[in-house]
């Protein structure tokens, strides 16, 4: 533990023996958090165009070819998989919501793409091929404390070709989230109202997360989450303890780089 001792005016921190904190092992927030309302939330948060140029980077940057398989994870209703998939990518899509996989399940049926669909905790996923690339999208990789990040890391990298890449779409790294946190926010999406409150707490580093949805017909849901926080040297070394390589960071996938705080 730490404590803080005021002492002439200025503060000073004293170690005393080193206990580790203990990690944050409440519910992951990909297990209820994207259900009921969220999910229409979700739906209307990316426009079409968001999606498919980041479909044609993952394409371009993994030098990717029809028939070259790409894994999914945390895929939500599949909007990467299935833009992904009818450019004729073999995907593997895995999320631990059955209405996500499910529908995924019947867009895939109706256009006859080549997705397999997974019902499964990524964490506990069990892979048995190859890819020529892996996705995690929609801030996903945040949901999870150093140990489950590594230990997801790891299956990643072990089932990625020589020359396979893992794309990573985030917004909660510290360079972003400590210039951009706001305590409290609102959005109207629709017929939803969205509340949020956050609180940025440390050790470890993480928001808290407690949010509202109000319908215009007076449903209301009420949700709690963690995005825990990882600076882009935290994120390269956990990379680096894995086998993975971090090659770029952009802003706009492709075409601008990113700087602290966009």
């Not at 593997?92 to 919501?97: E, K, S, V």
């Not at 086998?243 to 705080?261: A, C, D, M, N, R």
Request: charged residues 25%; aromatic residues 10%.
């Amino acid at each position: 533990g730490v404590k803080n001792h005021l002492w002439n005016k200025h503060h000073f921190l004293y170690p005393k023996k080193l206990r580790m904190p203990q990690n944050i092992k409440s519910e992951n927030v990909n297990n209820s958090f994207f259900q009921g309302y969220y999910k229409d939330i979700w739906r209307q948060f990316f426009p079409e165009k968001t999606t498919v140029a980041e479909v044609d980077f993952i394409i371009n940057e993994g030098n990717l070819l029809p028939g070259d398989s790409v894994l999914d994870i945390m895929c939500g209703y599949g909007r990467h998989s299935i833009e992904l998939a009818q450019k004729g990518l073999n995907v593997t899509a895995i999320d631990n919501l059955p209405d996500y996989i499910n529908e995924i399940k019947s867009k895939a049926t109706a256009e006859n793409l080549g997705i397999q669909s997974l019902c499964e905790d990524v964490l506990e996923m069990q892979i048995d091929k190859q890819y020529d690339a892996v996705i995690c999208m929609g801030n996903s990789l945040q949901f999870f404390n150093e140990e489950d990040t590594l230990r997801l890391l790891s299956n990643i990298s072990d089932h990625l070709k020589p020359a396979g890449k893992l794309f990573i779409n985030t917004w909660s790294i510290a360079e972003i989230a400590m210039k951009n946190f706001k305590d409290k926010s609102w959005s109207r999406f629709g017929e939803l109202l969205f509340l949020t409150e956050n609180k940025l707490l440390f050790h470890p580093t993480r928001i808290e997360i407690s949010s509202i949805i109000i319908a215009d017909s007076g449903d209301r849901e009420e949700k709690t989450g963690v995005d825990f926080i990882y600076s882009i040297s935290e994120l390269e070394t956990m990379f680096n303890k894995t086998g993975l390589k971090l090659i770029e960071i952009y802003s706009i996938p492709g075409k601008k780089q990113f700087t602290v705080g966009e």
